[in-house]
Every structure is written in structure tokens, then in C-alpha cells.
């Protein structure tokens, strides 16, 4: 122990050598941390919006299928030369028709309106992302123009960004029937 303490109370400096040792094993060090940092941080902001783009899809297709299930329609069709369907009822509440639905996707964003609404309303708003070409909302029932029965095919392709200015996508299918 009185070594110990004899070398301690030496005021020898260190050797050129001996600083350049510790520098390189300090950067290296350094070097491992902040790489490990760096990672995180990414990682975290990449979890963060693919969760968002979830989210965001998981309403959209929410949206949808509320408005099937609230509105009841009787028939479904495409809508001609648009993306998206449309819902109709041949039967009046109250002695007044009731308007007819459409579900379509163009300006990259979903829209769900009645039928006679302007273009550009009933859009469905709060996202963050951006619906990008290959999203689609399409009947499949045959080859018949309205069906009672069949099956919806919803693709949506969502991009956002990240605080980096890093666009991130998601595809998101789905199918139900009515």
C-alpha cells in the first residue's frame, strides 16, 4: 500500500506516448456513444411516425366503414371514370329520398360526401400524411354496375415526413364485405 501512495504523491507528468494512448481510447469511446445515441434517436423517430401513418390509416378505414354501416345502403357501385364507390337507397325515411353516398380518394386526400355535394367537401382531415397514387377504393361483385352484396377493396400507399425532412411510407389493404 505505501507504493501505492509514494507513486500517487509523485508529481511526474505523462509521456507523449502515453497521452496519445488515452486520447485514442477516449475517442473510441466517444466515438461508440455517440453512434449508440445517434441510433436511438432514429430508431425513435422512425417507430414514431410509422406509428402516425398507422394511426392515420386505421381512421381513414374507420371512417369508411362507419359510414357503410351507418348509412345501410341497398347498392354499391363504383363510381364511373373516379376512384371510389358510391352508396345509394332506393327506400325514403319519412317520405324524403335519402341522398346517395360516395366514398372516393383524388386529391391525396379520402372524401366522404353525398352525392350532390360540391367537389372538395366531406374530405377527411386531422392527417399528417399524404395519400399518394396507389390508393384505391374499389367494388368487387362481378361484373354487375350496382351490387347488394360483395366486396370492398380499400389500398391506401401513406407518406410523411420526419423532423429530417425523411419520407417514410406505409401500404395498408384491407377487404370487407357488405
Known sequence: MRKFVDFAREE??????????????????????????????????????????????????????????????EYVSNIANENGIELSRTTKLNGTEIPRKQMKIYNSGLYIADATAANGTGKVDHLQSVLLDGSRIQLDCGNASACRDGLIRITLV???????????????ESRFGF
Open 158 to 172: 401513406l407518406e410523411q415526413e420526419d423532423k429530417k425532412h425523411v419520407k417514410h411510407q406505409l401500404k395498408m
Open 12 to 73: 511526474k507528468g505523462l509521456s507523449l506516448v502515453e497521452l496519445i494512448a488515452s486520447l485514442s481510447i477516449l475517442s473510441l469511446v466517444m466515438g461508440t456513444i455517440y453512434a449508440v445515441i445517434t441510433f436511438g434517436f432514429t430508431a425513435y423517430n422512425k417507430v414514431t411516425v410509422e406509428n402516425s401513418l398507422r394511426d392515420e390509416a386505421d381512421m381513414m378505414m374507420s371512417a369508411v366503414m362507419t359510414q357503410l354501416y351507418t348509412y345501410g345502403p
